[in-house]
């Protein structure tokens, strides 16, 4: 199996893992597939209270004359929560010993392991930039008559909108991980120190 077919096989794995596909597909336990769906539910609600949110102020703004603002603004928005998002999300799946530890035993390197961890980062950050910027995009097109250039750049601009923050936010997850591995509440210094880190960034 070649590096790239195993990284594929360990981002499916986390993405089964993260929504709870694993659970729904073995799992017997009514409360921890109700737990999954509840989950599921979560996450479409959001889904589309964004799209509704983001639409509505791609039209505020086309209808005061600022069409233009729309891409930076929906840009900012995006980076702001993919920031936050993966500074939350760094400790506990880029730097998780645990599964770091199940799959080291495996015939697989390493850089496999990262590369399918920041990967995984990447497409979840993905998603979320497409819920923001999408909506807003696709009705400031339509309104201002945009030609095949702008939906172009529009894409582009989508796809490296998560790279910027996954690269700075996991830097600052590394630190906050390797100072909460020498505190013997792991998990609770972590999520103590990314708190105090956002809040000192907001303030």
């Known amino acids: ?96 010993e645990r599964s770091y530890e199940k799959l080291i035993v495996l ?3 390493e850089s496999v392991i990262v590369w399918s961890r920041l990967l995984f980062m990447y497409l979840l950050n993905l998603v979320m930039a497409a819920l923001i910027m999408l909506p807003a995009g696709i009705v400031c097109g339509l309104q201002t008559g945009a030609g095949f250039s702008y939906w172009i750049l529009f894409v582009l601009g989508i796809l490296f909108i998560p790279m910027i923050p996954i690269a700075v936010s996991s830097a600052v997850g590394a630190v906050i991980a390797a100072l909460a591995s020498r505190m013997e509440h792991k998990n609770a210094a972590s999520s103590v120190m990314t708190l105090i880190f956002i809040l000192a960034i907001m303030l």
Not at 32 to 41: A, H, N, T
């Open 1 to 96: 199996m070649t590096a790239v077919q195993q990284i594929n096989r360990l981002v499916k794995l986390e993405f089964s893992n993260f929504i709870g596909i694993n659970v729904l597909k073995f799992s017997k336990d009514k409360k921890k597939r109700s737990k999954v769906w509840i989950l599921i539910g979560a996450f479409a609600y959001l889904a589309v209270l964004m799209i509704v949110y983001m639409s509505g102020i791609a039209v505020t703004l086309c209808l005061a004359g600022e069409a233009r603002a729309v891409p930076s603004f929906c840009a900012i928005i995006a980076s702001m929560l993919i920031f936050v998002f993966t500074i939350f999300r760094a400790g506990s799946t880029i730097f998780n």
């Open 107 to 109: 015939p697989i390197s």
